[in-house]
């Protein structure tokens, strides 16, 4: 059974960082894209980060591009996403998700909307 779980989602200052981890099962991280997104109450869903095997293919909406970064440990089949200098508009319930298609290896754009398993996401409040 595919599962993706998100944990690391609080409350902080703006500024400050925080680190998500989506622990997956049921399948290997290696050989399949991976992601996250996120869901702000009364706006479009938006796509953060996206890899497929190394960080060298990594991608970042232009809003997180240098504030965020992406990573995996196929090891312990978790993803991370770390989270430096906060701002209130990322303030959101964020997803990992996956397609767990072996034939693709492109996640962007599709990190947003065309993924098959997602987690029940963890939610990140950034006050001003």
């Known amino acids: 059974q595919v599962q993706l779980v998100e944990s690391g989602g609080g409350l902080v200052q703006s500024g400050e960082s925080l680190r998500l981890s989506c622990v997956v099962s049921g399948f290997t991280l290696e050989n399949f894209i991976i992601g996250w997104f996120r869901q702000a109450p009364g706006k479009e869903r938006e796509g953060v980060s996206c890899?497929?095997?190394?960080?060298?293919?990594?991608y970042y909406a232009d809003s997180v591009r240098g504030r965020f970064t992406i990573s995996k440990n196929n090891a312990k089949n978790t993803v991370y996403l770390q989270m430096n200098s906060l701002k209130p508009e990322d303030t959101a319930v964020y997803y990992c998700?996956?397609?767990?298609?072996?034939?693709?290896?492109?996640?962007?754009?599709?990190?947003?909307?065309?993924?098959?398993?997602r987690g029940k996401g963890t939610q990140v409040t950034v006050s001003s």
């Open positions: 890899m497929y095997n190394t960080e060298e293919s990594s």
């Open positions: 998700a996956t397609d767990l298609d072996p034939y693709n290896n492109k996640c962007w754009p599709q990190i947003t909307y065309g993924m098959t398993y």
